[in-house]
């Protein structure tokens, strides 16, 4: 079976190499299940009953199953069109000055800051995508060209002002 003298698995090797059986149940759920199968209308009548009684506790539990706490709320926000990677830090800044504010909390802000961070990376993928599209389109002579140096009207025009900057010395 794979077990040692002292009683233990060996390394690697498991007592249920299958493991747990699939929609299998852990026994205290059922168990409570059973208690209170039938009951639970009962048991609310009562925690209201207790609730309105004065109870706190009956009266937490109510009102936490009748509106629970909200994990977050909505945001509202004009979020200006991310076209550079300045313009990304420039939301960034005016959403850590909104935190400075008090208008939206630090949570939301990493949240927030998650979301300018994926817009980001997709916004760089798909130039990328269209980059790689244009210089795809570009003939053999066009491409030896630009390896010898030099750059074809199409290229210099479609290219971006920062790849220009990198050839520029």
């Known amino acids: ?36 199968d039938g009951q639970a209308a009962a048991l609310t009548q009562k925690a209201i009953q207790m609730a309105l009684s004065g109870d706190n506790v009956a009266l937490r539990l109510c009102l936490d199953r009748i509106c629970p706490p909200r994990k977050d709320r909505p945001t509202m926000f004009h979020l200006p069109p991310i ?12 959403v850590t000055e909104a935190v400075a504010a008090g208008h939206i909390t630090p949570g939301e802000a990493g949240e927030i800051g998650k979301l300018i961070d994926v ?51």
Do not use: W
């Open 83 to 94: 076209t550079s990677a300045r313009a990304a830090a420039d939301l960034m800044a005016a």
């Open 119 to 169: 817009y980001v990376k997709a916004y760089q993928t798909a130039e990328l995508d269209d980059r790689i599209a244009r210089v795809e389109q570009l003939s053999d002579a066009e491409l030896m060209h630009i390896a010898a140096g030099g750059l074809t009207d199409a290229v210099s025009t479609q290219r971006p002002q920062k790849l220009m900057l990198l050839n520029s010395r």
């Open 1 to 36: 079976m794979g077990r040692q003298q002292a009683g233990r698995f060996q390394k690697g090797r498991s007592g249920n190499p299958r493991g747990r059986p699939k929609g299998a149940r852990n026994a205290a759920t059922i168990a409570c299940e059973r208690l209170l």
